[in-house]
């Protein structure tokens, strides 16, 4: 384990807790400037994440000025840190159409932008829209082959932007790239996989009849290093800014560091060769399948059962564990991980824990 992640008042804390080591969450955001050579125009880092307004500063204080979310809730969030530019890349139904028209009401001076990919949702959102007397900018959720949300060029996506361009209350603004199913573990195959995305942007200006679009969105944490050089894209990489151990081990090409641990105890010693933690699945995210986590101070340990509040490890027999003894894990899938916790810890460069920060958008309303 690098001993630049233990605590020095661990005793303080107690668990299990999250944990964010500030130091190397700025080494995180300082190597996702660098890889866009600076240019942090291009950067709309997602704050599904962090969810925290502390963080959204210190992107705010590093340069970056553009932010990409999910929920109205991060929405607001970003809105009470001063951040000015925000996607919500999440189409609006519902009563969170009106939810948004409030908030566009509320925050005249901040430039709003939401995603679309259904003819009804247009629709309605510019019924809404055109009531209120107001105005948002509306970017098409473009399919290029993930199948979670989007509209793929062959089902009409342009003929969706048109409607988009010609509703009351509505400014085309471009398209909107999320590419989750782009995993492979080789750098030179995800740029391969992204051109194919590329290509697809490509026939859609075609087919619409443009050479050019007001922007283009694309891509998460993994394909951010190919669409960081790429000319007129955003890029809206997330969980960079704490890395986690399923990416840190599947992309070690990004350089970054896991920056967000999670601190448990020995709880139990119910036999020999086996433990408990203080570690269940209510604090640590149940995705993906498989580990859900890698134990840093304890080698040659095993995952077991996991239950609500506990997490049984089994250990050599000859290892030497107490009642009580702090455990470090960083967690496979960091960001359903921050939704189940209220509060980080947060130690700095020292191994202090030197502050609590609210993780103030984990709820979605």
Not at 67 to 77: F, P, R
Not at 233 to 255: A, H, M
Not at 264 to 292: E, F, M, W
Request: aromatic share 6%.
């Amino acid at each position: 384990m690098n001993k630049r992640y233990l605590i020095q008042n661990v005793e303080q804390i107690p668990s299990p807790s999250l944990v964010v080591y500030l130091d190397m969450v700025k080494y995180n955001i300082d190597r996702a400037i660098e890889m866009v050579n600076g240019q942090t125009d291009k950067l709309r880092p997602h704050v599904k994440t962090h969810k925290t307004p502390q963080i959204t500063n210190l992107q705010l204080e590093a340069g970056i000025s553009k932010h990409k979310c999910a929920t109205l809730k991060e929405a607001q969030m970003l809105v009470g840190t001063g951040a000015s530019d925000i996607l919500i890349a999440y189409q609006m139904i519902g009563p969170n159409i009106t939810r948004l028209v409030d908030m566009i009401d509320e925050f005249p001076t901040v430039d709003f932008q939401v995603i679309a990919d259904h003819p009804d949702a247009v629709s309605a959102l510019s019924h809404a829209m055109h009531q209120r007397q107001k105005t948002v900018k509306v970017m098409l959720d473009f399919n290029v082959g993930m199948n979670r949300t989007g509209i793929s060029l062959q089902n009409g996506a342009t003929n969706l932007y048109r409607q988009i361009e010609q509703s009351a209350g509505l400014t085309a603004w471009g398209l909107h790239i999320y590419d989750g199913h782009i995993h492979d573990g080789s750098l030179a195959d995800r740029q391969r996989s992204c051109q194919q995305s590329l290509d697809l942007v490509e026939a859609f200006k075609r087919e619409l009849g443009t050479a050019d679009l007001p922007n283009v969105v694309m891509g998460g944490t993994p394909t951010f290093p190919v669409y960081a050089k790429v000319p007129n894209v955003e890029t809206s990489p997330g969980t960079f800014v704490f890395t986690d151990f399923g990416y840190s081990t599947r992309y070690p090409d990004l350089g970054f560091v896991p920056a967000a641990l999670l601190l448990t105890r020995v709880i139990s010693l119910p036999t020999d060769g086996r433990i408990t933690l203080d570690l269940g699945h209510k604090a640590i995210g149940a995705d993906p399948q498989g580990a859900r986590g890698q134990i840093l101070n304890l080698s040659d340990a095993t995952l077991d059962a996991q239950h609500e509040e506990h997490w049984a490890v089994n250990i050599p027999p000859e290892a030497e564990v107490s009642l009580g003894q702090e455990i470090y894990v960083c967690p496979t899938h960091i960001c359903p991980t921050v939704a189940l916790h209220e509060f980080y810890y947060v130690v700095d460069e020292t191994g202090g824990c030197i502050d609590q920060w609210q993780v103030t958008a984990r709820t979605r309303n």
